[in-house]
């Protein structure tokens, strides 16, 4: 749960829904105490599991305003009410959570913090504060908790629909890369939160094939072991257990003398699956897989072959712009994390001078909107919406 960075109460604006919910809450007139709970931990977990918001009372045994709120606030029957039937109320004894209190960045006592379901601060509100305020500020940290805040653009439903397909059809690699491109400007999207879910399961397919190729080392197939970590690194491109595989699968090679018949079992499998680019028409990767061929197979029958399924793409005009659309999409992705890269750095201007470029290269991409409105936070200007980048860029 991120820190308080001002001492004032700030929470999101309230809209129609609070003023309509707390005049509903307000008519509850039957006195009755607010079920605070006292572990932080769990109270956590049941906001995230019931997706209400939290409202945390941090204070102390001798705190005199502490005790006016417990004894003129919280007894409030709106209040009780309000707390008990929409939110996850949790008192912290200060003296007894040292640790909690110092991360949260507790100063004075009482403070009560409002946070969403996943546990990200809404505001603070320092000092003692009457019922009729109070309700007004939790029932604003409802609303918050209810309303969307950020809209889903067309493109990010498009893309998630396009990873789940080729998830579903086993093609990890292109599924990563969707997913990548929709979680890449750190937003809490409910669609950016299930792209976050599927990369995970996608990962943890691939940590799992690499424990299987760890398994089947450990049992000297060294040969099939190989082989099942350079399906990791081809099948999962893009995921931290290929890169895992491909080291894997070179400190298994250095350990020991590849005979003859793994070569060719190698370059064979190789050939297969720039077949199976081919027919999907992943004719870049089929390229990279024949270029390997080549140049490392080359005394092998199965490199002839590669040589030819290269020269088909390239002297066909349809499949190399395929190709080169895919290098043009791969390009577009690897100048974005260079200009990530340079801002974590603190080199802003060279970070715009990439971002600049990816927008005069791959123009009326997704690549290139994703550009402008990072090139626009850099220089301090609001974020350009979508009908104003294509505009920009007839």
């Known amino acids: 749960m991120p820190t308080r960075h001002s001492p004032s109460a700030r929470l999101v604006a309230g809209c129609s829904l609070a003023v309509v919910v707390l005049a509903a809450w307000a008519s509850h007139a039957a006195a009755q105490d607010v079920e605070w709970r006292t572990d932080y931990g769990k109270a956590r977990r049941e906001a995230a599991q019931k997706g209400l918001p939290l409202v945390i009372d941090f204070s102390t045994e001798n705190c005199f305003w502490c005790r006016q709120l417990e004894l003129r ?8 009410a309000l707390l008990n039937q929409h939110c996850i109320p949790l008192h912290i004894d200060a003296g007894r959570n040292p640790d909690l209190t110092d991360k949260m960045n507790i100063q004075s006592f009482p403070t009560l913090v409002y946070a969403s379901p ?21 029932a ?118 590849a005979s003859e018949q793994q070569r060719r079992d190698r370059s064979r499998d190789l050939l297969a699956q720039a077949r199976d680019d081919f027919r999907t028409q992943q004719f870049l990767c089929c390229l990279d897989r024949c270029e390997a061929l080549t140049s490392q197979f080359g005394d092998l029958p199965e490199a002839a072959e590669a040589a030819r399924l290269s020269a088909d793409i390239k002297s066909n005009t349809e499949w190399a712009k395929a190709a080169a659309d895919q290098m043009s999409d791969r390009l577009g992705v690897l100048y974005l994390s260079l200009a990530d890269t340079c801002l974590k750095k603190g080199q802003p201007q060279q970070a715009a001078l990439y971002l600049e470029h990816v927008m005069q290269t791959f123009p009326n991409t997704r690549h290139a909107e994703a550009a ?23």
């Open 118 to 138: 996943e546990g990200r601060v809404l505001g603070y509100q320092e000092g003692f504060i009457e019922a009729p305020v109070f309700r007004d500020q939790v």
């Open 140 to 257: 604003r940290a409802v609303s918050a908790v209810s309303t969307p805040a950020v809209s889903t653009p067309d493109w990010m439903t498009r893309d998630y629909a396009e990873a789940v397909k080729a998830a579903g059809q086993k093609d990890f690699a292109r599924a990563l890369t969707l997913l990548k491109g929709l979680v890449e400007d750190g937003k809490d999207r409910p669609i950016q939160t299930q792209a976050r879910q599927l990369m995970t399961d996608v990962e943890r397919q691939a940590a799992d094939r690499l424990t299987s190729a760890k398994q089947l080392a450990d049992r000297g197939e060294t040969a099939q072991a190989l082989k099942t970590a350079g399906e990791v690194v081809h099948q999962f491109a893009g995921a931290d257990a290929a890169r895992a595989a491909a080291d894997f699968a070179a400190t298994l090679t250095g350990r020991v003398d």
């Open 73 to 80: 606030t919280f007894t409030d029957p709106a209040v009780v």
């Open 372 to 394: 402008a409105v990072r090139l626009t936070q850099i220089q301090g200007q609001p974020p350009m919406r979508t009908e104003d980048f294509k505009k920009s860029q007839e």
